[in-house]
């Protein structure tokens, strides 16, 4: 099959795009076009526009913007292939000739959609009749209302080895031994997969029924059994829901990724529609990848058990080389014992709707992972930590999310592992009680150490930004990386600012310098003398020539962290002490104290980065 632009061009032609959204959005004339609040994302006043003549709609709101076929695959989460073929068919347009084979495996696969569409109405008629009474009370037990299981197409299977067989006998055994739905040992006669089961139809994401899976009535092993993969299920592709929580997703902007069937069906029946479940697996790299089509930050809401903690953390690993900017993943814990479906049972939707509302982040779950892992009262057990912290940022491809995960693991750290003289803010003796007199912020916590000392409001550390400046001179190919940040430090220091501007022409100019080649580049420019002055000076051993790339990285972006950090907030403490000296509030109070604890947090920071680097002299030293 070829799919032509021009076929593509004619079919979007002959697509009236207003009455293919009007569909399922309300739309309002607007001149020569249409609008409504956008299904893509929450709004109350209409952004959102349909242009019939030029075959698009877009959003000024949150930027959605496509065609016909965009369409059906963002709003109705088709993949390409299907939305086309719903749009041909309605177009009254023909799809171009398959090859013969191609034709042949397309024949066969409408014979196996159309069998298991069959076995999906006799399950449900099963369940119906005399003999679902079992089944039917399982899920009035589980509060499952007959609308909800209408809504899912429940059913349920007898205990018979047969009657499945002869319902849909006129498909002949080996197509539904193909599709699933009956077994076959050896050269015995085939007999149906599911007996005894309350049947749930398993859904693409055109809502055709491609499988099944059957949990036991009463007691039996395996509580669950699914379909064997088959030319329509693929387990480690499929998620189930996936056809009804795409569009609820649209208008929730999230999704929600539970354990198993009757946790979806359970949440949607209290409102969340968009809940997809795996399909007895862990996350596979493509069920993540059908996610990241609905949403940039799925929320993985698994069991409060060990077992769903442990698939919560192995999600957590396997989407770790796939992140980018702005796709990542939060989890939400449920209390112990209890899963999704025992939560909305017991303590309704609002219950659920709290844990929504404060989510885990990716990296906040790793963190707490690993540090739980095993005990950290040793040095060998932190080194441990550490290394295994570093393992994990290692997985990720992205290089700039790589990067932020290893400073934040590496500030996770600092935190936890400080001395808690150091963690904690010191009693002010010359702080009074709220309400009464003036209060000057004391001088830094770090204050003590000589790479603090050059700190001040409106100014960076002249100390610090020289330790910065010589650790890209010994290291030029970290220049590119903060050109941005380096470029704003022109502004900051009329003498420093001259050596960091000619660092970012230099380095725009020839990204292959090595340290030698630029300080005779430097040199040309008059640097000579205070470049080899940085070079030759101890700056607290800052990057030092030699030293592994992978620390130098780390060290550098922690120290311009800190460096372009530190005046801001000095600057806001001093706008916030300002504003408490002539109107007193506990609003403003609190804002002054937050920002003295991150202005001695941004200490704490130099002060172990500037501890780490003589280490590492140290040990040098002593190793040579």
């Not at 599911?194 to 395996?222: H, Y």
Request: charged share 25%; proline share 5%; net charge neutral.
């Amino acid at each position: 099959m070829a799919l032509t632009p021009q076929f593509l061009d004619e079919l979007r032609s002959r697509t009236l795009l207003s009455s293919l959204i009007g569909r399922t959005t309300k739309l309002q004339k607007a001149g020569r076009e249409w609008r409504a609040c956008c299904p893509f994302h929450n709004e109350k006043s209409p952004s959102f526009y349909v242009n019939d003549d030029k075959a698009f709609y877009h959003c000024f709101g949150c930027g959605a913007h496509g065609d016909a076929i965009r369409w059906m695959t963002d709003q109705r989460g088709l993949p390409f292939i299907d939305a086309v073929k719903e749009l041909v068919q309605a177009a009254g347009m023909e799809m171009p000739a398959l090859d013969p084979r191609s034709a042949e495996k397309a024949e066969r696969a409408k014979g196996l959609h159309e069998a298991c569409a069959d076995a999906a109405a006799w399950f449900t008629e099963q369940l119906n009749g005399i003999a679902g009474a079992e089944a039917r009370a399982v899920l009035e037990k589980r509060g499952i209302k007959a609308e909800t299981a209408k809504a899912f197409s429940l059913g349920f299977a007898p205990d018979s080895r047969g009657k499945l067989k002869t319902a849909l006998k006129e498909y002949g055994d080996p197509l539904l031994i193909e599709a699933g739905m009956l077994i076959k040992v050896d050269d015995k006669e085939p007999y149906d997969r599911f007996r005894g089961r309350l049947m749930i139809p398993i859904r693409d994401p055109r809502g055709r029924t491609i499988a099944f899976g059957g949990r036991v009535i009463g007691e039996g092993e395996p509580k669950y059994l699914n379909s064997p993969e088959t030319p329509l299920f693929d387990k480690g592709r499929s998620l189930y829901n996936l056809d009804r929580a795409a569009p609820a997703s649209r208008k929730s902007g999230r999704v929600l990724v539970v354990e198993g069937y009757m946790d979806v069906i359970a949440l949607a029946q209290a409102g969340f529609g968009e809940t997809v479940a795996p399909l007895g697996t862990a996350l596979t790299e493509m069920q993540l990848e059908r996610l990241w089509r609905l949403v940039d930050v799925p929320i993985l809401c698994f069991d409060g058990d060990s077992a769903g903690q442990k698939a919560a953390i192995r999600a957590a690993q396997r989407a770790l080389p796939l992140l980018g900017h702005g796709r990542s993943l939060s989890f939400v814990t449920l209390p112990a014992g209890q899963d999704p479906d025992d939560l909305v049972r017991t303590k309704g939707a609002q219950a659920f709707e709290a844990l929504l509302a404060k989510p885990e982040s990716l990296v906040s779950r790793l963190w707490e992972h690993e540090k739980a892992a095993e005990p950290l009262d040793t040095p060998e057990q932190k080194a441990g930590l550490k290394q295994r912290l570093n393992d994990l940022a290692a997985t990720i491809t992205d290089p700039n999310v790589r990067q932020e995960y290893n400073s934040d693991f590496r500030d996770r750290a600092y935190k936890h592992f400080s001395p808690k003289r150091e963690q904690q803010a010191p009693r002010q003796q010359n702080m009074p009680r709220r309400g009464t007199g003036k209060w000057a912020p004391p001088a830094p916590a770090g204050g003590h150490h000589p790479a603090a000392q050059g700190i001040r409001a409106g100014g960076i550390d002249r100390v610090l930004g020289k330790a910065v400046l010589a650790g890209l001179i010994r290291h030029p190919v970290e220049i590119a990386r903060h050109v941005e940040v380096l470029g704003a430090l022109q502004k900051a220091d009329a003498v420093l600012g001259q050596l960091f501007e000619a660092l970012v022409n230099v380095a725009l100019k020839d990204r292959a310098l090595d340290s030698e080649r630029l300080v005779t580049i430097l040199g040309t420019s008059g640097f000579d003398d205070i470049a080899t002055d940085l070079l030759r000076a101890d700056r607290s051993s800052l990057a030092p020539k030699g030293a592994d790339a992978e620390q130098v990285r780390a060290d550098l972006d922690e120290a311009i962290h800190i460096l372009v950090a530190r005046p801001e907030v000095d600057a806001l403490l001093a706008a916030a002490t300002a504003e408490l000296g002539t109107n007193y509030s506990d609003e403003a109070f609190e804002r002054q104290m937050s920002l003295v604890r991150e202005q001695q947090a941004l200490d704490v920071r130099l002060a172990n980065l500037v501890q780490s680097n003589e280490d590492a002299k140290a040990l040098g030293t002593e190793g040579s």
